[in-house]
């Protein structure tokens, strides 16, 4: 069964980094599309960035400048590197790998910006 798991999560201040792991195993991870999505207390999952299996990344606008999408496929390993953090980026950290039909979800990892 696939197993992706999140990693890196915690508590930092405003104008602090993290950087988010997620491990996967059981999947064929260079042919799989990767993503990170967040979802905030009270509001929608949304999308956070993705990487192709290609390398090709998309961000979201609220994160472009800030955080860095990358993968390691020698690991099946992608990686979030979120720089400047706000409060607003205050979330429950979700990892997804997606080729075609099939999409698999990582349980998430909390990341919270507080003073």
């Known amino acids: 069964q696939v197993q992706l798991v999140e990693s890196g999560g915690g508590l930092v201040q405003p104008g602090g980094s993290l950087r988010l792991s997620c491990a996967a195993s059981r999947i064929t991870f260079s042919s799989y599309a990767m993503g990170w999505y967040r979802q905030a207390p009270g509001k929608q999952r949304e999308l956070v960035a993705t990487?192709?299996?290609?390398?090709?990344?998309d961000y979201a606008d609220s994160v472009k400048g800030r955080f860095t999408i990358s993968r390691d496929n020698a690991k099946n390993t992608v990686y979030l590197q979120m720089n400047s953090l706000k409060p607003e980026d205050t979330a429950l950290y979700y990892c997804?790998?997606?080729?075609?039909?099939?999409?698999?979800w990582g349980p998430g990892t909390q990341v919270t910006v507080s003073s």
């Open positions: 997804n790998a997606r080729l075609s039909r099939l999409n698999h």
């Open positions: 990487i192709s299996s290609g390398g090709n990344t």
